[in-house]
């Protein structure tokens, strides 16, 4: 079965740290990888995916993250965090043959000290 | 424009009762998914609708659990008899394909709460 793990559950940083949130997954077929935010108090939403192509990706607000194929690694980067990216982020794998179905990672809560 | 809707917000219920949870999806998608978010456990993915095609029920827990979508807009979620285990955030989220590279727009959640 696949799965994702995501190895920090709570990052604390003070604003213009680096951010590298890690997640890898288990799947040997075609994957598509996303990052998911969830802001306090408001929607999940999507920072960034990668499908195919240039394997480094870049989302909203700054953010990026790397495919590495052969490490099943999809890390999520920021170069320098803002208190406003205080939330909870998930990575999430679909794999190619089943249809839009996500796994989650458990998440990673942000926490950015003004 | 519009995005996912799902009601209640929050639903407190005594165990062994039936609940219903709605979702209304963005205008015009084809496909709709239901997650539950809960602690301990993660976003587990529950089941998936895609056009008229049979729902992918594979992650739905227990039998207990069930879900239709009517017109292929609206989506209801039903749990019966519930559990204290079933508490949890109940997340409907759609995208416009429903293909694997598709982004899903979540709606607020459903929060659910088994006395």
């Known amino acids: 079965a696949q799965s994702v793990s995501q190895h920090n559950h709570h990052v604390i940083l003070s604003e213009a740290a680096s951010l590298e949130l890690g997640c890898n997954y288990s799947y040997g077929g075609t994957v598509n990888l996303f990052w998911y935010v969830q802001y306090p108090g408001q929607h999940l939403q999507l920072l960034l995916k990668?499908?195919?192509?240039?394997?480094l990706v870049k989302g909203i607000k700054g953010f990026e993250a790397e495919f590495i194929k052969s490490k099943f690694s999809f890390n999520l980067r920021k170069p320098s965090v803002q208190w406003s990216d205080t939330a909870e982020y998930f990575c999430a794998v679909n794999a190619g043959n089943q249809g839009g179905k996500l796994i989650f990672g458990q998440g990673t809560e942000l926490s950015v000290k003004p | 424009g519009a995005g996912v809707s799902q009601s209640p917000s929050n639903k407190v219920t005594e165990k062994g009762k039936d609940v219903e949870l709605r979702c209304d999806p963005i205008?015009?998608?084809?496909?709709l998914y239901w997650y539950r978010q809960s602690l301990g456990q993660g976003l587990e993915f529950l089941i998936y609708?895609?056009?008229?095609?049979?729902?992918?029920k594979s992650g739905l827990p227990s039998d207990r659990f069930s879900a239709e979508r009517t017109g292929g807009s609206v989506s209801t979620l039903t749990i019966q008899r519930t559990q204290q285990e079933d508490s949890a955030v109940y997340l409907c989220a759609s995208s416009s394909l429903g293909r694997s590279t598709d982004t899903q727009y979540f709606g607020p959640g459903t929060r659910l709460t088994v006395l």
């Open positions: 205008s015009g998608h084809t496909a």
């Open positions: 609708f895609q056009g008229n095609s049979a729902p992918d």
């Open positions: 990668y499908f195919s192509g240039d394997p």
